[in-house]
């Protein structure tokens, strides 16, 4: 009798998983504030905002920093830091003031100059805010609330693009810390946000806490999904890292943490059958699973290849093994995502039920593959991306192709993905990643939807023929731009800078004591949230 991975995680369930809880554990998280609110996130390594697109990256800038603009539930942008802006007849020059009331953790007031400087690093490195200082005449302050961005051209997405978390939002830091090239991290955690970094009590590997800033203004408008009012409602906020799911899940059943990111399909029935626990769908619209492939290196620096992995991904089979309840995984072939405008169905020929493997293994030896290794990167701490990796290592194994799995948690992949050298050097082929559907609708934000080579994301693809697309984007009426996006996705899928495994809706854990909870895609904010 074989006993697979997803039986034996049931039986533990079913045994009383809670009991396994180490006593080190219990000792750190117990005895439970009803004003301290315990969260299992993952490992958080990277903490500038603009150095990396993780999502854990946005949650932990989302609580110590603030943004000039911000979406609300409907994905609008609003002003958040902005107190008032205006545009001039010309459509050229932009006025932003500063609303009252906002400083800096340290005691100093943020300033006209802080932004400034944070929109020229934000410009750095996403794909909207390359747009905007490609059209930028000047960018400057004019006192210390007040600042301008004048442009060459009109640009009419410019607040949108401003007000996007699709990639790297415009977090505002200190001129000082902003001032640093973006390829360098700011690791000084001081921001001007709804809470601020206990350093004194980061545990690297273990735990991260955040303590309300007693001397932040909200808005005064209605909290509206990352818009209005950011009220805090909790004195303490610790993230927990519990790399073993069971310990996780024992955890949250024990009362010693009140909300679990990424519980596996594997335990939503025990949630859900246990009286004191919930699961909670954030993100309605869901998350999109997608490889990507390292462009420099062979074999995916062939189109060959990269076309290969196209035609070989059977959805469905990766949609069993990342969301086993139908209900909660659907197929997706738009670059536009499901739930958009613009999702289409332009050169989506590729995608045949079950796969196509024999085209996938024709279009491998078209590409001169010659039994390279193929690394995947695979991140045990993410349970879907894993799971899916395991299958995708298999799969491809199938064709005769030399796969193989490089494990670690999420921050180890996040480390080994910025290198560029072949697998022989530390280099990688492959990593599985997700995104949020609505992140697909705006193609000029997204950095995974760039395809500017080795100055853009991880996997360096590069397609000119899509750059010059892309960057009518902003100057097209949204009618306009349902043609434009049919002739964005020929030109994707022809030369595949990712391929989709599917998508999913991943609820949260949490006890039923702790309320509140935002539902956005991408991000998790932590004001709002209370626990009875």
């Known amino acids: 009798m074989t006993i697979s ?28 504030d009803a004003r301290t609110v315990r969260m299992v996130m993952g490992d958080l390594t990277v903490f500038d905002p603009y150095y990396s697109t993780d999502d854990m990256t946005g949650d932990h800038a989302l609580a110590i920093y603030d943004s000039l603009f911000a979406p609300d539930s409907k994905f609008m942008p609003q002003p958040q830091m902005v107190g008032k802006w205006g545009v001039s007849d010309d459509r050229r020059t932009y006025t932003f003031e500063l609303r009252d009331g906002l ?113 932040y203004v909200p808005r005064k408008e209605p909290s509206d999904g990352l818009a209005g009012g950011k009220v805090v409602k909790v004195d303490r906020v610790i993230w927990e890292n519990i790399s073993d799911q069971q310990t996780a899940f024992a955890a949250l059943q024990a009362g010693e943490a009140d909300y679990l990111a990424s519980p596996p399909a594997d335990f939503y029935s025990a949630i859900e059958s246990d009286p004191n626990l919930a699961l909670q769908v954030l993100n309605a619209g869901g998350e999109s699973l997608f490889l990507r492939m390292n462009c420099l290196q062979k074999p995916f620096d062939n189109v060959k290849a990269r076309q290969a992995m196209l035609h070989l991904v059977d959805q469905e089979a990766f949609l069993r093994v990342m969301a086993p309840n139908p209900k909660y995984g659907h197929t997706v072939t738009s670059i536009f995502g499901n739930s958009t405008p613009y999702s289409n169905d332009e050169n989506t020929g590729w995608f045949k039920k079950g796969g196509n493997p024999e085209k996938a293994k024709q279009l491998f030896q078209e590409a001169g593959y010659a039994g390279e290794k193929i690394v995947i990167l695979q991140p045990t701490s993410r349970a879907q991306a894993s799971d899916a990796s395991q299958l995708l290592a298999a799969t491809l194994r199938k064709i005769g192709v030399n796969a193989e799995l490089a494990p670690s948690d999420w921050g180890g992949v996040l480390a080994r993905r ?50 010059a697309l892309r960057a009518k984007w902003g100057d097209v009426e949204p009618e306009e731009r349902k043609a434009l996006a049919r002739k964005m996705q020929r030109v994707w899928w022809d030369s595949v800078g990712f391929v989709f495994l599917g998508q999913y809706v991943a609820p949260i854990a949490r006890r039923k004591t702790l309320t509140g909870l935002i539902g956005m895609p991408l991000w998790t904010p932590m004001w709002n949230m209370q626990k009875a």
């Not at 049931?10 to 005895?31: D, E, H, N, W």
């Not at 302050?141 to 978390?165: A, C, N, Q, R």
């Open 5 to 32: 991975r997803r039986d034996l995680i049931k039986m533990g369930v079913a045994a009383g998983t809670a009991l396994s809880l180490p006593s080190v554990l219990r000792a750190q998280t117990a005895p439970t």
């Open 418 to 467: 910025a290198n560029k050298g072949p697998v022989e050097n530390g280099g990688w082929s492959v990593f599985i990643t997700s995104a949020s559907d609505v992140a697909f609708e705006n193609p000029a934000t997204p950095v995974f939807l760039s395809a500017n080579g080795e100055k853009g994301w991880v996997g360096w693809f590069k397609s000119d023929e899509w750059e």
């Open 103 to 215: 400083g800096w953790h340290d005691g100093t007031l943020v300033t006209a100059a802080d932004c400034v400087a944070s929109i020229r690093r934000w410009g750095q490195v996403d794909s909207g805010g390359q747009m905007v200082m490609e059209r930028a005449r000047d960018i400057s302050k004019k006192d210390d609330k007040t600042f301008t961005i004048v442009l060459k051209e009109p640009l009419e997405i410019l607040i949108d693009l401003m007000g996007s978390v699709s990639s790297f939002a415009v977090f505002v830091m200190r001129e000082k810390d902003a001032d640093r090239p973006a390829t360098e991290q700011v690791t000084a955690n001081i921001g001007s946000g709804p809470f601020k970094f206990n350093n004194a009590l980061a545990k690297p590997g273990a735990s991260f806490t955040y303590d309300r800033n007693d001397k």
